[in-house]
């Protein structure tokens, strides 16, 4: 029973697909951001830098926690931006208001993203770059 339960109904309701499969669809997704928008690639760059920053500051435990939450709130926030864009363009080709200001809400995520990732870096690595 329960083995037809998941072969019939799960399996039409949620398609269950294997695990691999499931990476490989989401490594095309990121694929096509590195690809296609600029931002992403800027914002990866700027990532690595920050890594690599800590690894020679020799952050300790803590901060470099506080480091890879921060670039990973960046790096979701301009995905889901990203995806909300296309999304509102499939909807609708020409102006519209309201797409407009979803746009702008979504870009806003980024933006404070962004911010909150200055300042953790500038609580991070100041002190350590002008001592």
Sequence with gaps: MIR???????????????FNESLKIAALGIGYLFVFH?????????????????IYFKLRGIEVIALSI????????????????????MFKQEYSVKIKIIKDISAAAVLLASINALAVGYVLFVHRLFK
């Design 4 to 18: 037809w339960l998941k072969d019939k109904v799960f399996r039409n309701i949620f398609k269950l697909r294997p």
């Design 70 to 89: 921060t670039m990973t709130f960046v790096f979701m926030a301009e995905i889901l931006n990203t995806a909300i864009e296309i999304m509102m363009d």
């Design 38 to 54: 600029r931002n992403m690639r800027i914002i990866f760059l700027l990532g690595i830098l920050a890594f690599f920053l800590g």
